[in-house]
């Protein structure tokens, strides 16, 4: 969501009347200098942020779509 104006969307879904569930996962980078990639410790934890967004999903069940 770098563009996007998460707060505007969610004004806007309460003004037409839709007020979903929102869950925010993030990872907090321990060191940012030029280079390709993730470092060991980031990729580790979006690996675990993963896990989770995955089992928030399942929970949701079959009409999650």
Known sequence: LHEGDLLALLRLGR?????PRVV??????????????LGEPVLA????????????????GPEAG
């Open 24 to 37: 925010v996962y993030a990872v907090q980078v321990a060191e940012v200098s030029p280079g390709i990639g």
């Open 45 to 60: 934890a979006a690996r675990e942020v993963a896990g989770m967004i995955r089992k928030e999903i399942l929970a949701l």
């Open 15 to 19: 003004e037409v009347g839709v007020s």
